[in-house]
């Protein structure tokens, strides 16, 4: 790498390759000094990037956008690194920054639809350290003057999407044109304003609580926000919230107003030569097994065996269970927003939402925490009276865990016993089986899991490499989505238009035929279900492909329920004259609206 860039001298690096080889990559490019790294691999273990982000911070030749993103893509420099899909593409005046990839393309594709095109696309990816955030982004945006007007996509999990809210604000107070914070309909002619108008979406509204929901990075850790939050905080900065991506186009064509171009190419990339994965057309492809390595994500072990880890590591065990009003939070955790591994703590409470009180303490992944660190937890924890001594044996006990055996969150409760010292009184422990499974360590942690324990139907779309959650109560609707911010963004769309689903479903953003019918059996298993929405943006994922396992899945399960479905991205035209030839009780739209009024009249019993 080193002797590459001392020849070649780029400006940046893509790291393709998988995610138990991306962590040696990144790294070798941060000493050799790329200025842009480029890393799309998912999957990479978090400690991991624990690690990395702890050396990047001691650098300053070097930036890292992703990992588990797309990339970053300039339609109008004609530039990409990444595996967007260039068709999609058109060069113009509007910054999008996107948590999710698919989401990101349909957005992509209702901007160019709509005429307005894109400026410079950025992948933030849905990872829980991204390297490239979304105040990085809006960042370059501002002082970039291709960008006329900026799209946030965002999800939950971390504070990226408050943190974007605060930049906001600040911009407008040093941008300030009050007319931007009306309503997108109401506001005209800003061809001679500097600040640009902006317009976001949050994924994940009817997330199942407590759930990784697809992306690595998508669920609220304690003490963070959750979907509404983040929307109430950007609309609080004056921006323009929409439910669906397919929307952003003609609401940004507004916002724009002339500023917009008018002579736009439907594809800034349409010379350019595809590769395989972006090719219009090709051949028909027979299903194939899925050989997808499952991943789960998260392995959450319990109370019995948390206990068990923390004796082996010299934590004492209180007897009693803790009493609400006296027991404290201590917790290893995540900080998303320092990039960096924190303490918790929280003082006793009685309030409903036990992390009211909570406040993180930062440190450094490589060094640990440092004494100095100690006495403010301790001031936080209100424990000035009992033994410092104890508490700090405790603390470094835990940090020592939570690195050892790659936790993502170790979660206590402290009590104070008769002798003075401290004890945990309760314990959640949460564990990333990326670990276990992209890098073939912590197999200790991993033998802990029982599938016994776990949603039959999840266990078993898991082995076909599909992320199943089935989702509590009326649901009827089943969902069959690619990719985690689309599947995310259609539970939320569909419930806001009355519907109730009775899944999240994400085919993985390369799903096969194969993998669509095992999706269908996934589906129709569950007995709620009285219709099936089917909702695939092609970017990678190819329409006729979807199409195929809709066909197979029809073959071998004799579906009996009405099945809805929208095909929109590559390959379009030729999936929709499939199921449009199919003689099947298939209804295909292309519109999402029109696709949800449908299946939710359906599930009515309405024909």
């Known amino acids: 790498m080193r002797a590459a860039k001392e020849q070649l001298k780029p400006d940046a690096t893509a790291v393709y390759v998988a995610a138990h080889q991306a962590p040696a990559a990144i790294e070798e490019a941060i000493e050799a000094e790329i200025p842009l790294i480029v890393a799309v691999a998912e999957h990479i273990p978090v400690h991991d990037l624990l690690r990395i982000h702890s050396i990047l911070r001691t650098q300053s030749k070097s930036r890292l956008v992703g990992a588990n993103a797309p990339g970053i893509i300039s339609p109008i420099g004609r530039c990409r690194i990444g595996f967007q899909p260039l068709p999609t593409f058109s060069a113009g005046n509007v910054g999008i920054v996107a948590k999710s990839g698919t989401l990101s393309y349909e957005t992509v594709a209702s901007t160019t639809r709509a005429g307005v095109g894109q400026s410079l696309v950025i992948g933030m990816g849905g990872d829980v350290l991204a390297g490239t955030n979304f105040v990085d982004a809006l960042k370059v945006f501002e002082h970039d003057e291709d960008t006329k007007g900026i799209i946030i996509v965002g999800e939950i999990g971390g504070r990226a999407e408050e943190e974007a809210a605060e930049w906001i604000k600040d911009y407008r107070r040093r941008t300030s044109n009050p007319k931007y914070l009306a309503p997108y309909t109401n506001i005209i002619d800003r061809a001679d304003k500097d600040e640009r108008p902006i317009m976001a979406l949050i994924a994940g509204v009817q997330a199942a609580p407590g759930r990784v929901m697809g992306h690595a990075g998508a669920f609220v850790a304690p003490g963070e926000g959750n979907a509404k939050s983040k929307v109430r905080a950007l609309e609080d900065a004056g921006v323009v919230m929409t439910n669906h991506p397919a ?22 990339f349409a010379g350019q030569r595809r590769s395989m994965h972006t090719l219009r057309r090709r051949p028909r492809i027979q299903p194939q097994p899925s050989t997808l390595q499952p991943q789960n994500r998260s392995l959450y072990i319990k109370q019995s065996q948390a206990f068990d880890m923390l004796i082996s590591y010299e934590i004492p065990i209180s007897e009693k269970p803790g009493v609400p009003g006296e027991e404290r939070l201590l917790a290893v955790s995540i900080d998303r927003s320092n990039r960096s591994p924190c303490i918790v703590a929280s003082p006793p409470t009685t309030a409903k939402d036990p992390y009211i ?27 000035e009276s009992s033994s410092p001594e104890s508490f700090t044996r405790i603390l470094h006990s835990l940090v020592n865990l939570f690195v050892s055996k ?13 002798s003075g010292d401290l004890a945990v009184s309760s314990a959640r422990f949460g564990f990333d089986d990326a670990a276990f499974r992209s890098a073939q360590r912590q197999a200790d942690v991993q033998a802990l899991r029982n599938v016994q ?16 959650i089935k989702l509590k109560g009326e649901g009827n609707i089943g969902t069959l989505v ?15 238009y009355g519907g109730h689903c009775a899944n999240f479903l ?7 035929s194969a993998t669509v019918a095992s999706s269908f059996r996934v589906i129709l298993a569950d007995p709620r279900v009285k219709t099936v929405f089917v909702n695939i943006f092609g970017g990678l994922t190819l329409c006729d492909m979807i199409a195929d396992g809709i066909l197979l899945a029809y073959e071998e399960l004799g579906i009996k329920v009405p099945v809805v479905v929208r095909l929109r991205g590559t390959n379009e035209e030729v999936g929709q ?11 295909a739209f292309d519109d999402f609206e029109e696709a949800a009024a449908k299946v939710i009249a359906l599930a009515r019993g309405e024909s």
């Open 406 to 418: 790659e936790a993502f969150v170790l979660e206590t409760g402290l009590v104070v016993i008769p």
């Open 453 to 468: 324990d776990e949603v039959p139907a999840e266990v078993e779309a898991e082995k076909e490499g599909i992320v199943f």
């Open 482 to 496: 690619n990719g985690a911010g689309l599947a995310m963004n259609t539970c939320d769309a569909l419930t806001a």
């Open 247 to 268: 929307k952003f186009g003609e609401g940004m064509r507004k916002l724009l107003g002339s500023v917009a171009r008018s002579n736009l190419s439907s594809g800034a």
């Open 506 to 512: 994400d085919t993985g953003g390369k799903a096969t």
């Open 577 to 587: 004259k499939m199921i449009a030839e199919s003689g099947l009780p298939l209804h």
């Open 357 to 383: 009180k909570a406040r993180r303490f930062p440190f450094d992944y490589r060094a640990g925490v440092d004494d100095s660190l100690v006495p403010s937890i301790i001031e936080h924890l209100q424990l």
